[in-house]
């Protein structure tokens, strides 16, 4: 069975950072890409960051420059680098794999089949 376990949560004031951690467990890194998304209160989900299995990443606009994400294939972990935090950046955090549908080596629609529980973060001004 799959599980996603993410980490490294908490709350920092505006400019600091965090770094999150994605544990997985009975799932081997193949081709599939892994992501990071987030969800705020009464807001969409949206993308943050992914990693293709050649450690190709794409980000989301907002975060671009700030934002690292990375993969330790020998250790089942996916990582988010968040430095410069903004208030903006306070959601949930999710890691997802497993994705069913590429295009351009880059998944889409987040159609990943593995999703984590989350982890909360909250930049404060």
């Known amino acids: 069975q799959v599980q996603l376990v993410e980490s490294g949560g908490g709350s920092v004031q505006a400019g600091g950072s965090l770094r999150l951690s994605c544990a997985a467990s009975g799932y081997t890194y193949s081709r599939s890409p892994m992501g990071w998304f987030r969800r705020a209160p009464g807001k969409e989900r949206e993308e943050v960051a992914q990693i293709r299995d050649d450690g190709r990443t794409t980000y989301a606009d907002a975060v671009k420059g700030r934002f690292t994400i990375s993969q330790d294939n020998d250790k089942n972990t996916l990582y988010l680098q968040m430095d410069s935090l903004k208030p903006e950046d306070t959601s949930m955090y999710y890691c997802?794999?497993?994705?069913?549908?590429?295009?351009?080596?880059?998944?889409?629609?987040?159609?990943?089949?593995?999703w984590g529980q989350g982890t909360q973060v909250t930049v404060s001004s």
């Open positions: 997802a794999a497993g994705c069913t549908y590429l295009s351009g080596g880059y998944c889409v629609r987040a159609s990943y089949i593995f």
